[in-house]
């Protein structure tokens, strides 16, 4: 496949050299990107520390070296080359292990005001760096960080010099904060901390402890988005609660995770009965 140039809604998407996220990223290939829309593209960012940026199909080599403390570069490299090359109205950043159905994509896209300064995705909180633990922050987590053209432009410009050593989706989060941009809260479907499908914008399936699942679980819930019939989709469905009860169980991680988050939502749930009582 070839990067369109033309497509209003680009994915990019960070890649690697690590064996599991090109096992991830080449079942993306075979799953959600293969039924991208006519409106929607990706790009495939790689670092390449000697080279220029060169396009080679749909990845991009940039010079920076692959690394964790150089995701936010690699990012603002692409940014800027997607700036000059591309005609995006809306730019997804993301990694290898979150699936995005094309549709509820397009209808994401299509409800956003794109001559605005936009910003968007799912948001969780954390402690800042150098802070203590009191002063934390809002910011949007990388499995897709949603913006506009405009957003981008202004991202472009920002001196990076000020966030060195942050984590990439938090500098990108508190650089708009500071420039007067609020994020828009997505739904996401985190299958690795709920263990519950729900077909959301963004599904995030990495674990961390099981390098494997990701592709594994992209493979089901690609059955599921490409079913026609509901008794089809219910099959689909049950398959996959049944693999994430057995995932689950895999290690004392994945069940303590799930006990916590299972122990939250019910506090959660019997607060409001407190509430809803008095």
């Keep these: 496949m070839h990067f369109r140039r033309e497509a209003e809604t680009l994915f990019m998407i960070l890649g690697s050299n690590a ?45 920076v070296t692959e690394s964790y403390d150089n995701i936010l570069l690699k990012t603002i490299l692409g940014m800027k080359w997607a700036l000059e090359n591309s005609n995006f109205d809306v730019l997804i950043r993301t990694n290898v292990s979150t699936y995005f159905p ?21 948001v969780d909180i954390c402690r800042l760096p150098g802070e203590n633990q009191i002063a934390t922050a809002e910011y949007v987590a990388g499995t897709a960080l949603v913006l506009t053209r405009p957003t981008v432009q202004m991202l472009c410009n920002i001196d990076w010099k000020l966030y060195s050593g942050w984590p990439d989706d938090l500098a990108i989060s508190i650089a708009l904060h500071n420039a007067g941009v609020s994020p828009k809260r997505f739904r996401r479907n985190n299958l690795s901390q709920l263990h519950f499908f729900l077909p959301a914008f963004q599904i995030r399936l990495k674990t961390s402890s099981v390098s494997y699942l990701s592709s594994k679980r992209m493979e089901s819930l690609h059955g599921y988005f490409h079913a026609t019939s509901l008794l089809g989709k219910l099959g689909r469905y049950m398959i996959i609660s049944t693999n994430e009860i057995r995932y689950a169980f895999i290690n004392w991680e994945e069940i303590s995770g799930f006990a916590k988050e299972l122990f939250s939502h019910a506090r959660k749930v019997l607060q409001r009965i407190v509430r809803l009582g008095k």
């Excluded at 990223?25 to 390449?48: A, I």
Aim: net charge negative; hydrophobic share 35%.
């Design 19 to 63: 064996p599991e996220n090109e096992s991830d990223l080449e079942m993306q290939k075979r799953t959600w990107l293969s039924d991208l829309l006519p409106s929607q593209g990706y790009l495939v960012l790689r670092g390449l520390p000697s080279a220029s940026p060169t396009l080679v199909g749909t990845d991009l080599h940039l010079p």
């Design 102 to 122: 094309p549709s509820k994509v397009d209808v994401i896209a299509r409800s956003i005001d794109r001559t605005t300064l936009f910003f968007g995705g799912y």
